[in-house]
Structures are given as C-alpha cells and as structure tokens.
C-alpha cells in the first residue's frame, strides 16, 4: 500500500528532491508592479540624499556661524527636521491607506516630493531650507505604505527574491544622490560653459534640487498610469483556483480578523514580535542614521581635527561607495541568507556589524594623506556598515510574516516604520552635537563621539536579541 507523502513547503530545501511530491507552487513576480513600485522607492533615498555632498557648504555661506567646525549642528538640524515631519507623519499614511487604499497615498507623496525637492533649491535661508526639507519628510512618510504594497504583491514563494530586489533601491537612491548632489552642486562654477547664468549663481544648488525633482515628478506620472491597487479590502472577487491558491498561501502567518477592523496602537503593541521589532528597529534606525550622519561630517571636517577634509564631490563618490557595495550584498548574498537562515538570527548578526563600524570610523585618518591605503580603508568601513543595513530588509520580511491579519498589514508596518522615524528624528541632530562638542573640548582626543555611538550601538544589538525564532514561531523573550 502507497501512503502518499505529507506535503513540503514551497520554501522548503528537500522539495525539488521529493520525487512523490508534485512540484509546489511558485508565484510568478509581478514584474510590472514591482517596478512601478521599486522606481516610487527610489526616488525617497535620491531626493533624501542628493543633499548631502552640499549641505554643510550650503550652511557656511549662510554664515550661520563664524567657526565652520561648528557647522554640524545646523546640517543636523536640517537632517532631523526631514526625519522628524516623517514621523509625525508616517503611521497615520498607513492607517489611511488602510480605508482609501495604496495606490491613492503612493502617487500623491510622490508628487509631493517632487515638489518639496524643486522648492529646495530655490531656498537662500535656514527657515526656507527647514520649510522645504519639513514638507519632504511628510511626503516621504508613505514609505510603509510602500512596505506594505510590496507584502501585497508577494508570498512566501517569492519573496526571497522581490524583498532584496526592492531593498537594493534604496542603495542604489543612496549612490544616485550624493553623485547628482556632488556633481551640479554650484554648475555656474564647475560648468561656466553652460550654466554660467545668473540663475544659478543666484541658486547654486538649483540643478541637483531640479534634476531629483523632475524625476521624482516622471515617477509619480509613471505610478499614476500604472500602479494598481493591491489592498485586500479593495480587490474584486476571483474565483480561480489559482488565485484561492495564492490567496491561502498568503494568509498562512495571519490569524483571524475581521476584514474591516482596524486594530489600535495598543493592540499591536500586545504582539509580541511586533512590539520587538518597532523597539529594535529604533535602535536600528537611531544607529544607521547617526552613521551615515557622522561620516559625512567626518569626511567634512578638516585633516588636523580628525577628519579627511573632502570635498563636496569626494563626500559624493565616497557615499557611492556604501551604496555600490550594499547594491552587491543585496543582489548577491541577501537572497540566499533568506533561504538558508532563520530571519531572527539573521538580523541579529546585521545589528552586530554596527558596533564594529563605529570602532573603524576614526581610524580613517590615520591614511588621511595616503590615497590608496584611504580609499581601500573607507571601502571596508562602508561595506560593514551595509551589512548591518541588510537589517531593514530582514525587518520587513519579519513584519510582513507576523502582521495579525492581511488588512493589518499596513497598520504593522506603520507602526514599526514609526518607532524608526521617532529615532531617525532626532539620531542626525545628536550625533552632530556630539561630534562638535567633542572636537570643541577635545575629549577623548575629539573622539568622544566615538565611544558614545559604540555603546548605543552596543545597546542596540542587546535588544535585537529579544527577539527569538524557535520553530517558526517569534516570540519575545
């Protein structure tokens, strides 16, 4: 007598090995919609980013202030508000989308930061930069939204290969950027042949502000025309055998709630693996934020008060360089951790790279006037630091796999995306403050930055391992 075979997981490694076993069911990747969706996350990092190569010399010509060491506070300040207006504005995107839908939410924050991005480059004083960067943050709130478009598009069948997919746009934003930035930044000067116009003398951060903001309008036009909605409540029935197939293979992490509650803060909170992951992915967010804060003003700073003294086009080809190896570990390696490791473990080996990198920081400035021996060392400093950014996208993968319900999912991923925000908010501002006050007093031998940053980091791998995966099911300890 032939007993058949107890069915394998579609994810599970002995599948194509089990002759007895029809092939499981892989659904396809919805290639459109993918891209609509990774070109709307793109332009966040582009627009976020481009800023960096010329904030702080956008600042000094400000004359803020009569020391140009002490210039950090206020592009710290200009960073935070960006986070800040973000958060404040995030949760409450998700909770709406959950009652008018994605598609509505998506397409118009990307009008918004369109237009937040081409206001910036008319600005000439600090409130005006604050303004524009304050109505950037609000638009760029839609990000899990975002999130929660993609868990839609998904299942466990394929997500292995969407989630790095839509997570290499944000490096790949964050390489776009600074190079945009670095590279027309002050046009009338570098390119006199054909933008020595008034106009760009007047403005000279103009042409990157214009170029981001045009593509963020094209990509909003884009989304309009084909970007559809993917919220459950919003889908008209089919009664295919293909589409209940996918459609109970996507409820297999979900338990049951009604279709059209929505749950408070509170109650998300009382899940454990959601409460876990909002206050890890605090710390998480705190840290990487602070980083790519601090690097930027190290970079800025002159050689003899520990910095490297770049310029504004080096600190953009440097900041390529995080975004072109994190582009190569999520393509390359991420897959293939998400297939062979459980997702709790592997986040917590992310949260431990952060440490080591803030350790490695300082060291740059001892190769401060050797080129080769520069470049290779920032390259190394930089690629740790995105392997714990890897985190982000193991986070997202976790939050879509343990949400209460499918018409919770954008309220889970609001709620996790808040406590990020909350600590992006105010990680710019912080880390700057501290790297002045350091270099000012001379503490530490201006490192005292460095020693607090390692220990919050510290502390930031201690709460990720909070978070436990025994057999598939991830509890709080």
């Given at each position: ?55 702080n ?16 506070f ?12 973000q ?14 839908g ?51 598009l ?14 290499l ?31 760009f ?30 919220h ?7 009664n ?23 749950l408070?803060?509170?109650?998300l ?31 800025y ?25 994190s ?24 949260m ?61 991923n ?9 600590s992006?908010a ?52």
């Amino acid at each position: 007598m032939n007993v058949p075979s107890a069915p394998i997981p579609a994810d599970s490694g002995d599948a194509a090995t089990d002759n007895n076993t029809p092939a499981p069911y892989k659904t396809p990747l919805p290639v459109l919609q993918l891209a609509v969706l990774c070109a709307v996350r793109l332009m966040d990092p582009v627009t976020f980013t481009q800023i960096f190569p010329y904030i702080n010399e956008f600042l000094a010509k400000l004359h803020l202030v009569k020391d140009e060491s002490q210039i950090g506070f206020y592009s710290g300040v200009v960073e935070s508000t960006f986070a800040f207006f973000q958060l404040i504005s995030i949760y409450h995107w998700a909770k709406l989308s959950e009652k008018i839908g994605r598609r509505p939410i998506v397409i118009g924050g990307t009008f918004g930061l369109a237009l937040a991005t081409l206001l910036l480059g008319f600005t000439s004083s600090l409130w005006a930069i604050l303004l524009s960067r304050a109505l950037a943050g609000l638009c760029s709130g839609i990000a899990a939204v975002l999130h929660s478009v993609l868990g839609e598009l998904t299942d466990s069948t394929n997500q292995h290969i969407a989630f790095p997919l839509y997570g290499l746009f944000w490096p790949l934003g964050s390489i776009l950027g600074p190079i945009i930035g670095g590279s027309l930044a002050n046009p009338a000067e570098k390119y006199p042949g054909v933008f020595d116009y008034s106009l760009f003398r007047t403005y000279p951060y103009l042409l990157p502000c214009l170029t981001t903001g045009l593509l963020a309008f094209v990509t909003a036009v884009v989304a309009t025309i084909f970007l559809t909605e993917t919220h459950p409540s919003k889908q008209p029935s089919i009664n295919t055998s293909g589409a209940e197939h996918i459609s109970s293979h996507r409820s297999l992490n979900f338990m049951s709630v009604p279709e059209q509650s929505q749950l408070t803060i509170l109650q998300l909170l009382s899940i454990p693996i959601i409460r876990a992951l909002s206050v890890s992915g605090a710390s998480l967010c705190f840290t990487a934020t602070a980083f790519d804060s601090v690097f930027v003003l190290f970079c800025y700073t002159s050689i003899p008060e520990g910095g490297l003294d770049f310029n504004t086009s080096t600190i953009g080809y440097a900041l390529a360089i995080a975004g072109t190896s994190s582009i190569a570990i999520q393509t390359l390696i991420l897959p293939s951790l998400l297939r062979h490791f459980g997702h709790a473990h592997l986040y917590n080996f992310c949260m431990s790279m952060w440490p080591i990198a803030y350790i490695l920081m300082p060291f740059l400035n001892l190769f401060a006037y050797e080129p080769i021996q520069l470049w290779i060392a920032i390259t190394v400093l930089l690629s740790v630091s995105r392997v714990g950014c890897l985190a982000y996208s193991v986070s997202m993968v976790l939050v879509k796999e343990n949400a209460p319900s499918p018409y919770a999912l954008g309220q889970s991923n609001g709620l996790v995306m808040f406590a990020m925000c909350a600590s992006r908010a105010f990680a710019p501002a912080f880390v700057s403050t501290m790297f002045v006050f350091s270099i000012k007093n001379n503490i530490l031998g201006g490192y005292m930055w460095t020693a607090v940053m390692f220990f919050i980091s510290l502390l930031g791998c201690s709460l990720s391992r909070s978070i436990a995966h025994p057999e598939r099911q991830i509890q709080l300890r």
